[in-house]
């Protein structure tokens, strides 16, 4: 382990063990492993922009195995994707790279303001999978954002009893921001 791997885990150290063990896994895992960056290859357009406008221009992108070897291929540290991705393909890529298991996901069939994910996977799902973390997505000014927040705390929890790292994704969105709000800086600083 490299000493800045060391620095970064020391931030962490109020963690179990295990959630340590897989955040050193991450950190020195993929061709930017021990410099203490992450590249990780997230996949989850599929659900969030349905699969014909995320994979149509790349049909090889329909393949979930298509995205476990790219990841792999590319160096990255790490691949993040929901549930029936990574069932596709935990066994037959095991310990080729580190996996995330995004535990909740939106989709745009709906056209709504506030973004509000469902639940689509769990620590137990992370855990037969072999993952080394689990995902998860908040939208702070979405009308649901409390709720997000609560469901954050509890699934970290769990996870981390379980020695789960925990990767959060935020997003400022929702009717409680306007457009250029989404970019300014004391908002971008809540994500």
């Known amino acids: 382990m490299t000493p800045r791997v060391k620095e970064i885990l020391r931030n962490y150290a109020g963690n179990p063990p295990g959630v340590l063990n897989n955040l050193a896994r991450l950190l020195m895992s993929g061709r930017l492993a021990g410099t203490g960056r992450l590249v990780i290859l997230p996949v989850d ?41 990574l069932e596709a393909g935990a066994t037959e890529y095991a310990g080729q790279i580190p996996l995330i298991l995004k535990l909740n996901n939106n989709d745009s069939l709906l056209d709504t303001k506030d973004p509000n994910s469902a639940i689509t996977g769990s620590v137990r799902d992370a855990l037969r999978l072999g993952c080394c973390a689990v995902g998860y997505t908040i939208y702070p000014g979405s009308a649901h954002s409390q709720e997000m927040y609560q469901q954050l705390r509890e699934i970290a929890e769990e996870a981390k009893s379980h020695g789960l790292a925990v990767v959060v994704w935020s997003y400022p969105r929702g009717s409680g921001l306007s457009k250029e709000g989404e970019t300014a800086m004391d908002v971008v600083a809540y994500a």
């Open 45 to 85: 357009q599929g659900f969030e922009h349905g699969p014909a406008r995320s994979f149509a221009v790349n049909p090889d992108g329909y393949d979930p195995h298509y995205h476990f070897q790219l990841g792999i291929d590319a160096g990255c540290n790490a691949y993040a994707a929901p549930l029936g991705f």
